[in-house]
């Protein structure tokens, strides 16, 4: 393994690229270090960084990095990273070490496998809000506004899947052949709710378990006329409106 000399406590700057490194000494007692080059080199995982919070450029671009997790996400003053001519594959776990990094302005990813991912421009450029380049390209506006619609819409989706407070991984559960036939109990007339309402749980052991009522309301928008209808001005009652329709039951 090749090896490379101790960088001064004072750089701010360090260039150890094109060393044929296939790993590298603990960095974090370099804490003013603000811009590394280790591109060039045999690297697979870069997790020497623990505290060189002030890095503002790294390079990593030309080695053999499978993976970046944990390894950037607490370098939030970084402004410019290459990770060009990687091995990349995993675009989301990649994309969360960029979380915090609000002023990353310029990020090289091109030439790793997840590169080559459906959407992986619009991808990157909605989760970096920052960005300004990607991949040698200027991030345009049109490429923000279209990164929007399509992850915010995913993002609704999966709201749309919460129900009572707790999200379905996989789903509302289906009903199947074998699966018991679930009938809700018929409906009473609102005069007898209103009866068991005023019945006393006291006076009636065992009941008191089943005075739980539920209702919902909805628009009856039978009474509101249809487009066509109105234009065709064939609708004459102006006196109904869409009524709020109650449905109570237990």
């Known amino acids: 393994m090749a090896s490379y000399s101790e960088i001064p406590y004072t750089y701010l700057i360090h260039d150890i690229s094109y060393r044929d490194l296939s790993e590298v000494m603990e960095l974090s007692v370099y804490k003013r270090l603000n811009y590394l080059w280790l591109n060039g080199n045999k690297l697979r ?3 020497v960084l623990s505290e060189n919070y002030r890095l503002a450029e790294l390079y990593l671009q030309d080695n053999e990095l499978v993976e970046v997790e944990g390894a950037l996400q607490h370098l ?3 402004k410019i990273i ?3 001519n990687n091995q990349l594959t995993k675009l989301e776990d990649t994309m969360k070490e960029f979380k915090y990094m609000q002023g990353l302005e310029t990020l090289n990813l091109s030439k790793n496998p997840l590169a080559q991912e459906s959407e992986y421009r619009y991808y990157t450029i909605f989760h970096i809000p920052s960005l300004k380049l990607l991949d040698r390209r200027e991030v345009k506006k049109s490429e923000r506004d279209e990164a929007r619609k399509l992850y915010r819409q995913e993002r609704q989706t999966l709201v749309d899947t919460i129900a009572f407070g707790r999200r ?6 289906q009903q199947t052949k074998d699966t018991p036939l679930r009938v809700s109990p018929p409906l009473r007339d609102l005069e007898s709710l209103n009866q068991f309402e005023k019945e ?3 006076e009636l052991p065992g009941r008191a378990d089943r005075r739980s009522l539920m209702q919902y309301s909805h628009f009856d928008w039978s009474k509101v006329p249809r487009v066509e209808e109105k234009r065709l ?3 004459t009652n102006t006196e109904d409106n869409a009524q ?6 237990r």
């Open 45 to 47: 995982t870069i997790k």
């Open 76 to 78: 939030t003053n970084l």
């Open 82 to 84: 290459m990770l060009q």
């Open 168 to 173: 379905w991984e996989t789903g509302p559960p």
């Open 200 to 202: 006393d749980p006291r």
């Open 233 to 235: 001005q064939k609708y």
């Open 244 to 249: 709020i329709v109650t449905v109570r039951f």
